[in-house]
């Protein structure tokens, strides 16, 4: 049978096919002309890359011909031509060179990084993992069969097969095919291992739960003086964060939305008939072809927005927000307010609000990826999380939420990618559900309220953990050799008036900032990974933290620091309780605030934070966030606290005022919890006689945190309050009449002003004898109270007249007695016990000398200097990495890594260590250290006032 033939002209009338005949002339000049420029423009026999891919092949390229005509000298183009060559000696010698090029590539990766160390600097492959690798070499396969291999098609199309290079895997784990794959597989088996290569993926695949992706805006808007960033940028980074977590869209199809892809209307509720702010937005997908023609309409996806209660997840109120900013609306509105009540919707439900012609192709949130993700990471740094996550979690996360509430074929359209993908490319390392439930049901008890927390990365944050290095570590970056070398160029360079000599100083001044930060952010994550490390142990020890809460100080002057008070105002609007009032009169509120930011009308923001919902940051009165009374001066809100609210610090409650749960464990902690984070002039001070008082069975309040460069050094200071005195027997009498008869001394206690910020180790003082002589020893006689002796009015260190003036002896000379009498404190025989035939060993010096606070004196007498700048432990292996930033780190490292005590190695008496050492040379530079006085009461060196004391106390001495 015949093949049938199907008559597919097209039909026209008579008119058109006499109109066509007219023009056959105009045709045919037209296709000849047409045919010489198809000539000219060859078919292509490859689909077209994106314009990102296209420049990976061109560096790829780049480096190939670089590696072969000026490293290894021989023409980089006939590797690809005898590569195609099967079966010759050639095709064999191709794929050594191949080979070749790649190990090259990882072994001569390395580069030079910034570090703390003395060295400066330090050479780091960059090249760790074998993916690395695979992706450079199919990018390069590529790069040749587009260039190379189709210029040699084109001139030999009668072998066009043979002139070509592509990946050929094998099938059920079969061997491969072809050139391409051989490398790929010697690359798995040899190059790998050669180098050390890692096979797996470099991070943990983590989600961001919706109770993260609010953590994180709540902290944006409250915490902004530490997250400085343009107003316009901080709406833009809320809008793109919330849009990424709603839909699981990919950063590149929400950076660089348009007012275009934006439709906004009022629609009539028909639940309360109030008019409500919609917007419909239209996501145009990445990763997607453009040279194809679209059968399906998969590339663009729409989804509908409308106010909700939350404020802080309202995406309509940003967008209606940013176009009263950017003055978008054909028809212009002045406030917010204006555009909930000027349309007039008469009988319809729905009126479209359309954009100004000039506004539709207008980015509604500029934002720069770069920026996006630098403020991603600072907000999770502020927050206090101790792994930062990536962006791409809060995809993983919102493909998770959407994973079963929508049907597959949805999320599939949502998300731009197929069932497989999903399935292999966006499950969390971490299950998240409780699979002993699943196992055993009702046996395994409910556990889905922690199972749901437990899924949360922000489930271990301290927002307490250092945000800022400090100012002593930032004038030590300028010690360093490269930072003087760009610092004197810099200055040569500045004193040339020539246009170059202007160009240049710029670039050093841009390397100059760039050495700075990446100097800022190692100091910072070294203090944050220590932070972490430490108060875990303490907390697991039954020991508490809050001597470690300090303000956050920057350092460093910031860009759009001015913006920082009207965000937080702004924040405080976000987060007030919008159930408490009409959800009409809480989305005005928000929008005309987020209005009123944009525009810089700081005075309205001011004026919209009325007293009734949560008190201002720059109200100047005080306010109890308590009971939101308001108070002329800070000294009657804390008579307010203590008097009215005192029984409800007896036990820990959730602060009222933030959104995220934050947990008040007494009054001091509430004090310090408003300093941080809502106002030091709402943040009740709490001195002894007005705190809350404990009882005898009760833990003392945490001690407060003493700062050392902020105490008047003139006068003798209470250590444990800071208060100052004229004399040093008010401070004695302040002490007694205070801090006994509280109890402080009743159980141990960390001393206030031994912390991070003076640069000074921990310290745990166990009774009132430990903590005289403490304060003697570390902070200095002045600051010495003396000691009330039992039953008596007087005090232990007496006084004697010499002529008509009196002189105090020194404490240690009176110490016999109060000493001997502490042994019954088995905690203070406790921390002796480990001196017992022990020296403390110097391993700067390499002298022994008597351990415990006499040594701690050494150390600072002598070697204050080492720790003006990072170093490594001597003690340690070079190659170990330790390093050492300051005497706080040191003394740390020494106790915990080689069980030494207050920055001395503990060794025993007569070790080979220390026998060699002359201990006559010891005792010189104790009495250089040390220089007699022929005063008889200060005859003594104290290394004997030490054997004094440790004698009687009942232990053997450790001097020689």
Partial sequence: MSPQHTDISTPTTRPVRDFRAGRDDERRRHAFASLARIDDEPLRDARECSKKFIRAQEAAMKSWKIFFQEVYQIDPDQIWLDLCHRRSDAHVKAKDYCRLFLDDYVKYSDRPVVCLGPEETKLERAVTAAWSVES???????????????????????????????????????????????????????????????????????????????????????RANDIPCSRRTRV?????????????????????????????????????????????????????RNDVIRTSQKDKVSFSVVPIPCQTCCLSTLIAA???????????????????????????????????????????????????????????????????????????GAGNRLDGALSSAVRNYMLSHSTTVYETSYQPRNVGHDLTEIAFGDRAGGNKELFDLMRDSSLGR?????????KAELESFEKRSDMRALRAQYAKLKKDESLEAKKEANRIQSRLGKLVNELTALTLSVKRRDYFRFVDTRRASGRATDDLHVAPINPRRTRHAEAGPPAMMVGQIMCQDSTAVDSGTAMELWGSSLVAFLKCRDDDLKAALAPTLIPS????????????????????LTRHVASVHNKQFQRPFDCPVCVDKCIINDAAHWSHHIDIFHGRQNA??????????????????????????????????????????????????????????????RGPFDCPACNKENGMPFCT??????????????????????LPTDGQTNFARKRKRKGDRKDEYSETDTMETVVAGSQENPGFLGERAKYEGKVAFCLFCQLHWAPGTYFARHLNAKHSKHFESPFSCPECPPNDGCLILDLFTWKRHISEVHGGDNGALLVDQGCERISQRDGTKRRREEDDMYPKDTTATKKQRPSAMLEDVIDHAGRTSVID
């Fill in 765 to 786: 003082i166990f009774n009132a004898v430990e903590w005289s002589n403490h304060v003697e020893t570390v902070h200095g006689p002045q600051n010495t109270p003396g």
């Fill in 617 to 636: 940051i720059s109200v100047t009165n005080s306010i109890c966030l308590l009971c939101k009374k308001e108070f002329t001066q800070r000294r009657n």
């Fill in 236 to 288: 833009a980074f809320h809008s793109v964060i919330l849009m990424a977590a709603i839909g699981g869209f990919r950063p590149g199809a929400l950076l660089g939305l348009t007012y275009s892809q934006v439709r906004l209307a009022l629609v009539r509720d028909p639940k309360d008939a109030k008019r409500k702010i919609v917007a419909e937005i239209t996501i145009h997908q990445n990763k997607l």
């Fill in 462 to 470: 301290d927002a307490d953990a250092p945000i800022y290095i400090t």
């Fill in 322 to 396: 940013q176009a009263i900013f950017d003055d978008a609306f054909e028809t212009p509105f002045s406030s917010f307010g204006d555009l909930l009540r000027r349309p007039k919707i008469e009988h319809v439900n729905f009126i479209q609000l359309d954009w100004k012609p000039e506004m539709r192709n207008r980015e509604i949130f500029p934002l720069k990826y770069h920026t996006q993700r630098e403020l991603w990471n600072r907000v999770l740094e502020v927050a206090g999380f101790r792994d930062l996550l990536r962006i791409y979690a809060i995809r993983v």
């Fill in 684 to 745: 009740p001070r709490f001195p002894p006689k007005t705190a809350v008082q404990p009882t005898d069975d009760a833990e003392m309040p945490p001690m407060p945190v003493i700062r050392l460069d902020r105490l008047d050094t003139s006068k003798p200071t209470c250590l444990l309050c800071g208060k100052s005195f004229a004399t040093k027997k008010s401070l004695t009498r302040h002490n007694k009449e205070v801090h006994h008869q509280e109890g402080r001394f």
């Fill in 136 to 222: 450079l070499w199919r990018t390069l396969v590529l790069a040749a069969d587009n260039t190379v291999l189709r210029v040699k098609r084109r001139s030999d199309p009668d072998n066009d097969s043979k002139w070509k290079l592509q990946y050929t895997p094998g099938s059920n784990n079969l061997r491969g095919e072809g050139p391409v794959w051989e490398v790929s597989y010697w690359i798995v088996k040899h190059l790998t291992p050669k180098y050390n290569l890692t096979l797996q993926q470099t991070f943990t695949k983590r989600l961001a739960t919706d109770r993260d992706i609010l953590l994180a805006l709540t902290t944006l808007w409250t």
